[in-house]
C-alpha cells in the first residue's frame, strides 16, 4: 500500500516537473546579504533592464525578509545588466560582485541566479534575545544512565531580555549540571550575534524573526551542589541557543530538536570547568547539543 501510495505521489511530481519544464519561466532571483553578519538584508531594490528581440524590457523588485529577490524575464534570448538600489538602507559602502551585473539568456541558459554581499549602513549587526530551558540527558554508548533522574543537564533562563543589554545585566542563565554536581548562574551577559543556521531554513515562525540562532558571552559564579562544596568563585561563560523547531510555541516543542551549547572557564586561566556541546563530535568542538526536554525561542521584538 505504501509502494503504491509513494508511487502515485511521484507519478504526480513528475507530471508536475514535466509541466514546470514546459513552462520554462525565464527569471532571474538571487538573494541579498550582509558582510558583517551573513544575514539576509531586507529592502534592497533590484533593477533589471536590458534587451530582446522584441524590444526593450525593464523591471524592479525589493528583496524580501529572507533577502530573497525574483524577476520574471522575457521568455526569450536577451541581454540584460543588473542594479542595486541602497537608498532606503542608508546607502551601501561595498558590494560584491560590484553592480551592474551583465548576463545574457539562452534556452539553455534562462534561469539566472545572482547572489550579493552588502557593506551598508543598513547592515547593522542584527540584535535579538532568548527566552527558555530545558535538559539534556546524557547517553553512554546510546543508553540512557540508569538513574532516577537522567537528566544530565537542566538550563534556563532569559538572554538580553526585551533586547536591553541593561535589563538585569543583560538576562539571567542557570544550567545545572548533575553529573559533576554544579550549578553555574550567569549574571552579566552580552549578546555576540545572532544569525541563522546552516542548512535549515533561515528565521523562525513562532514567535516571528529572520535569525534563529543566539550566541553570547559573560560572567556569573560557579557552585557545586547535593554535597558538592567547590566554589569557584567568579566565572566566565560562552553559549549558544538554536531555535530550530518551527513553529515552536509550547513549553516542550523544542524536545530533540532545538539545540544548546555552554562553556564555562576559570577567567584567569581559561581553564574549562564545565561545558554542555554535541557528545557526538571531538571535545572541544563547540558544537550545541540536541535538547532532549524543552524549548528555546530566539526573539526580535523590541530590537533596533
Not at 534561469?111 to 534575545?129: E, R
Not at 543537564?153 to 536591553?164: A, E, I, K, L, M
Not at 543583560?170 to 550575534?193: A, C, M, P
Not at 516571528?208 to 540562532?213: I, L
Request: hydrophobic share 35%.
Amino acid at each position: 500500500m505504501i509502494n503504491r501510495l509513494l508511487y502515485s505521489a511521484f507519478a504526480v511530481l513528475g507530471i508536475l516537473f514535466a509541466s514546470a519544464g514546459a513552462a520554462r519561466a525565464w527569471d532571474v532571483q538571487g538573494h541579498v546579504y550582509c558582510a558583517a553578519t551573513g544575514l539576509p538584508l531586507q529592502n534592497v531594490t533590484i533593477n533589471v533592464s536590458g534587451t530582446t528581440a522584441n524590444g526593450s524590457f525593464s523591471a524592479s523588485t525589493v528583496t524580501d525578509f529572507n533577502g530573497l529577490y525574483f524577476i520574471f524575464l522575457p521568455d526569450i534570448a536577451g541581454s540584460y545588466s543588473e542594479t542595486l538600489d541602497f537608498t532606503a538602507l542608508g546607502g551601501a559602502t561595498s558590494v560584491f560582485p560590484n553592480p551592474p551585473i551583465n548576463f545574457v539568456t539562452t534556452s539553455a541558459a534562462f534561469a539566472v541566479t545572482n547572489d550579493f554581499v552588502v557593506s551598508s549602513p543598513g547592515c547593522q549587526k542584527t540584535a535579538c534575545w532568548l527566552t527558555g530551558g530545558g535538559s539534556v540527558v546524557e547517553k553512554t554508548t546510546g543508553l540512557l544512565l540508569a538513574t532516577h533522574d537522567s537528566s544530565r543537564s537542566s538550563f534556563g533562563g532569559n538572554v538580553n531580555p526585551g533586547c536591553s543589554p541593561t535589563a538585569g545585566s543583560g538576562g539571567d542563565w542557570n544550567h545545572v549540571d548533575r553529573r559533576d554536581q554544579l550549578h553555574f548562574h550567569g549574571t552579566s551577559i552580552v549578546v555576540d550575534r545572532c544569525g541563522n543556521v546552516d542548512g535549515i531554513p533561515p528565521g523562525s515562525t513562532s514567535p516571528k524573526t529572520n535569525v534563529n540562532f543566539i550566541e553570547f558571552h559573560g560572567t556569573g559564579t560557579l557552585t557545586g551542589i547535593q554535597g558538592n562544596k567547590a566554589n569557584y568563585g567568579t566565572v566566565c561563560f560562552q553559549g549558544r541557543g538554536e531555535d530550530r523547531h518551527e513553529p515552536g510555541s509550547g513549553p516542550n516543542s523544542g524536545a530533540n530538536t532545538d539545540r544548546y551549547y555552554l562553556r564555562v572557564t576559570d577567567c584567569a586561566s581559561g581553564t574549562t570547568l564545565l561545558v554542555l556541546e554535541d557528545p557526538t563530535q571531538p571535545a572541544a568542538s563547540n558544537t550545541p547539543a540536541q535538547i532532549t526536554t524543552g524549548n528555546l525561542q530566539i526573539h526580535v521584538s523590541s530590537c533596533p
